[in-house]
């Protein structure tokens, strides 16, 4: 089936420094997504995207968060600074169409650990 | 069963037995996902049943909706070894394209 791919699978990095978490999306979607899971626990949306605009976000998409995705490549989402908090798993998705009641495509996650 | 501020659920079970994860929900949704997460994955749609259904069948698995308790369940009958991985159900509150995840369930298939 349809497959998103995440780069890295695993990022260390210190606290306070910049980190860029790269999606790359199925081809001919276009919603993407963002979502945080701490382990053990559910997952959580950050952000959803829609022809360069944010579209909806949550109160855990911290203004320390933004996400892009300049000329078709990559939907990345950036963090800037990091915080010990930001450690978790990070899921990229994507769709076709709008809405809930469709499915969301998810990535294999990037790991994120800050120490 | 799934929500509140519980923590994932684990289930084990023998090849072979049925199990039902329950998953209950705080607002309006149009549909629920039933998501799969294998170790080290993202999740994957394995069934979703939409609002205006009370039952949805895909091979072994089975998914009932109610929205009147908002509350869904998700079966799976004759497991197998392979259907070990954590079971998630998702709703959209009301279609919003954010999508609201339960606790999870983990189930274990032993042989």
């Known amino acids: 089936g349809p497959k998103v791919l995440q780069i890295p699978s695993h990022q260390i990095i210190d606290m306070g420094q910049m980190v860029t978490l790269n999606c790359d999306p199925v081809?001919?979607?276009?919603?993407f997504y963002w979502y945080k899971q701490i382990l053990g626990q559910q997952m959580e949306f950050l952000v959803n995207?829609?022809?360069?605009?944010?579209?909806?976000k949550s109160k855990l998409f911290k203004d320390q968060f933004s996400v892009e995705r300049p000329d078709g490549s990559y939907f990345t989402l950036k963090i800037q600074p990091t915080a010990l908090e930001d450690s978790a798993v990070y899921f990229c998705?994507?769709?076709?169409?709008?809405?809930?009641?469709?499915?969301?495509?998810f990535g294999p996650g990037t790991r994120l650990t800050v120490l | 069963s799934q929500w509140g501020e519980e923590n994932l659920q684990a289930l084990s079970i023998q090849e072979g037995e049925d199990v039902t994860m329950n998953c209950s929900y705080k607002?309006?949704?149009?549909?629920v996902h039933w998501y799969r997460q294998d170790s080290g994955r993202g999740p994957a749609l394995i069934i979703l049943?939409?609002?205006?259904?009370r039952e949805k069948r895909s091979g072994r698995l089975r998914a009932t909706l109610d929205t009147s308790s908002q509350s869904s369940s998700l079966s799976i009958t004759a497991a197998q070894c392979e259907d070990t991985a954590v079971y998630f159900c998702?709703?959209?509150?009301?279609?919003?394209?954010?999508?609201?995840f339960g606790e999870g369930t983990k189930l274990t298939v032993s042989s």
């Open positions: 049943i939409r609002s205006n259904e």
């Open positions: 995207f829609y022809n360069g605009k944010v579209m909806e």
């Open positions: 081809s001919n979607h276009l919603y």
């Open positions: 998702a709703t959209d509150q009301g279609g919003s394209a954010k999508l609201i």
């Open positions: 607002t309006y949704t149009t549909v």
């Open positions: 998705a994507s769709s076709p169409y709008w809405g809930g009641s469709y499915e969301q495509y």
